[in-house]
């Protein structure tokens, strides 16, 4: 055999013996090996963006954005769509999802936020915005039980200035949506927005009435007795002041003068002052428990101290007046007054109680016997549409309702500046006690809601305008999107209220702006 050809043949074989002792990969082994090291390539690169974007996202959160869209540009960019290789590129990414929303904390700010939506309102943005909002006010207002009520208001102030500024910013994006999905998506943010504010406002009212400390601690019954008999200012000035709000609420005053420390005094201030307590200490049946509830919205309770000493010095030429005795020690004297303030009947403690307890059913009976009779709601509306014919004016409709308060504040303005508005508008208010006025509102409103409503209606009765606004009903108007609503009612109605007129009676509501912070904006009546 030629020494040449065997070696040549020997050569030949070579591989396939290596290869059969393992010495050379089979090409199942080669492939295992570099997706291995694919893997392991990928798996590195990841790593270390990933401990590069936890160091940065607090202190750079830009520059971590940029490491995950470089690290999301190399994913990208493989080429291998083997089943391990996409494995791993899903689990990275949604990594990178979850690194995004933590640096979201950070960035983008609500200033950079802000700028895009002044250039371009996308839906994504609008997102985004809303949640770094919704985000910075729950910091805001999370609650410290150890901070001080000056320390809480301070958080809570902050946070309704971010909410005011996210309503201007809402309402300037509506004109830079590029879509209708865009106008939804504001829609849905700005009622967002205003549910984070009637919270705040919320939080705001009980924080301002806190002492030192937070949480709020409602008054005692002591404090509120106290609060309620105090001698200055003197009865006739306070009685002037109940007065006017009850003949812009409709109500009538139940006076009681009595000892402020006496028995009697605590229980009719427990049963008017303290509802829940009042009716487990009288024991009233249910229905003298409905009985007593429509009799207490009738009435508003106006008390007078007669213990001996200065208080009786100041009490005793005010019931004089009114023709009332002075009660004994340990007795009251009740009177109901009318809207004028004239006396319709007195009663005193005795024929109100029984076992030195007041009779709860005795004092429902003795106040449902004078209740106030309530004008109809038709009769009413008609003469303010008879009015407006005869005149070319509007009417501007308000509803309302007892133990509402923003309802009294609104009543309140609006007759402090008839003066300027009724050149412009007849007046009718509508309280849902008035007869008839359920058929009156479901005309004029045609749904049920919270109080105070506004509508202005032409001369046949037809609303021009309402107070619902973009958020819903503005009730009493103290924040800006509810002042800039009021403020369109006036401009889109009115014939004859100047400028100057419309922005006197806006900043005039500014102005009332501590006065009704917290208020809700409708009490269902």
């Known amino acids: 055999m ?70 999301e540009t190399a994913i990208a960019q493989s080429s291998d769509k083997s089943p391990e290789i996409s494995d791993l590129i899903t689990n990275i990414t949604a990594s990178i999802r979850s690194c995004r929303d933590e640096i979201g904390i950070f960035w983008p700010t609500i200033g ?39 320390e809480v208001f301070t958080d809570l102030s902050a946070a309704m ?13 509506q004109r830079n949506a590029i879509d209708v999905e865009s106008l939804s998506t504001i829609t849905e943010a ?5 549910r984070q504010r009637q919270i705040v406002d919320a939080d705001n009212a009980r924080v301002s009435q806190v002492g030192k400390e937070y949480p709020y601690a409602p008054p005692t019954l002591k404090e509120l007795i106290g609060q309620s008999m105090a001698v200055e200012p003197t009865p006739d000035k306070r ?29 009719v201030m427990t049963i008017f002052r303290l509802p829940e ?18 009799s207490s919205v009738d009435y508003v309770l106006f008390a007078v101290d007669t213990t001996a000493g200065r208080p009786l010095e100041v009490t005793r030429p005010f019931l004089e007046k009114l023709k009332l005795p002075i009660p004994p020690n340990d007795g009251a004297t009740f009177a109901i007054l009318d809207l004028q303030g004239h006396v319709v009947d007195s009663t005193t ?41 005869r005149t070319g004016k509007r009417v501007l409709f308000l509803q309302g309702g007892p133990l509402c308060m923003p309802c009294l504040l609104l009543s309140r303005y609006l007759q402090e500046h008839s003066a300027v508005l009724t050149p412009d508008y007849v007046f009718v208010k509508i309280d849902s006690r008035f007869a008839n006025a359920p058929a009156v509102l479901k005309r004029v409103r045609g749904y049920s809601g919270g109080v105070p409503w506004m509508a202005i209606l032409d001369s046949q009765g037809k609303p021009l305008v309402t107070s619902d606004g973009p958020f819903g009903n503005i009730g009493f108007p103290s924040r800006d999107a509810e002042l800039t609503h009021f403020e369109a009612m006036l401009r889109t109605t009115s014939r004859k209220l100047t400028d100057a007129n419309i922005r006197n009676l806006i900043d005039a509501l500014v102005q009332r702006r501590p006065e009704s912070v917290g208020l809700a904006d409708g009490v269902t009546p």
Request: hydrophobic content about 40%; proline content about 4%.
């Open 277 to 294: 307590d009042g009716v487990r200490k009288i024991g009233l049946s249910t229905e003298d428990l409905l009985a007593a509830h429509k």
């Open 112 to 150: 950079e936020l802000e700028k895009k939506l002044s250039k371009k309102a996308d839906p994504a943005t609008v997102r985004d915005y809303l949640r770094k909002v919704s985000r910075e006010t729950e910091r805001l207002s999370r609650r410290n039980p150890r901070a001080t009520s000056s």
């Open 161 to 173: 200035e971010l909410l005011d500024s996210a309503t201007r910013i809402l309402t300037q994006a």
């Open 190 to 194: 700005q009622r967002s927005v205003m």
């Open 2 to 71: 030629n020494r040449d050809v065997t070696f040549f043949s020997l050569f030949w074989l070579l591989p396939f013996v290596l290869l059969a002792q393992g010495v050379i990969p089979t090409p199942a082994t080669t492939e295992s090996s570099r997706l291995t090291l694919a893997r392991e390539s990928l798996y590195s690169t990841a790593a270390d963006a990933f401990r590069s974007v936890s160091t940065l996202k607090a202190r750079d959160p830009q520059a971590a954005l940029k490491v995950l869209a470089e690290l």
């Open 239 to 267: 009685l002037a002041k109940n007065l006017r709000d009850c003949q812009l609420g409709e109500q009538q005053i139940l006076l009681m003068a009595a000892p402020a420390d006496g028995r009697i005094c605590q229980q």
């Open 349 to 389: 403690a005795d024929q109100l109680q029984t076992d030195f307890k007041v009779d709860g059913v005795s004092l429902v009976s003795f106040l449902r016997d004078h209740t106030h009779k309530f004008p109809d709601a038709e009769q009413l509306l008609a003469d303010a549409l008879a009015d407006a014919n």
